[in-house]
């Protein structure tokens, strides 16, 4: 098994100036150092998370089908794609009508449709791939909140010794498992 993602996200969790509004910065000397902090603390918030903060691509390949397949990195927004290669090497593609996005699962997966059944695949590595949009239609509040004090612990504490108690808090309820988006 295997993810990569595939199109970052478009935007970030908050602004620069949203940020400099947090930090009470009011000059644009800092706008780089600030721009790279968002970045910095959305990685490490979403890799603590192991799910996605904005909306992103990610393809997730499988040896083979199984009845129920997971996708991490959620909160998962819609399917792609579900392909796999055939017997003689070609990628096809699985009707939409023959898998269900089950979405209230946790962690959410794809479920075989109970008159469907999944193609034969060639007897290879990576034989399966799902393609999928993941990340929070709306950001919940707290997530921007931890990203907003991880910016701030990491802005006046240059070194950023420990990473804050209150993000790993803030966090809690999106770790891998969790549901909805």
Known sequence: MGIKRTVEPATSPVTTTEAKTHLRVTTSDHDTRIAQLILAAT????????????????????????????????????????????????????SAADYTLDDQSAPQCIVRNQNATWPATQDRINAVEITYVAGFATLPDDIKHAVLLLVGHWFHDAEGKDFPHVVDLLIANYRAGWVGA
């Open 43 to 94: 990685s490490i918030i979403e890799n603590k998370a192991g799910a996605s903060i904005i909306a992103q691509t990610w393809k997730l390949t499988l040896d083979k089908f199984s009845d129920a397949i997971e996708l991490p990195r959620g909160p998962v927004q819609s399917v792609a794609s579900v392909q796999y290669y055939d017997a003689a090497g070609t990628l096809q593609t699985v």
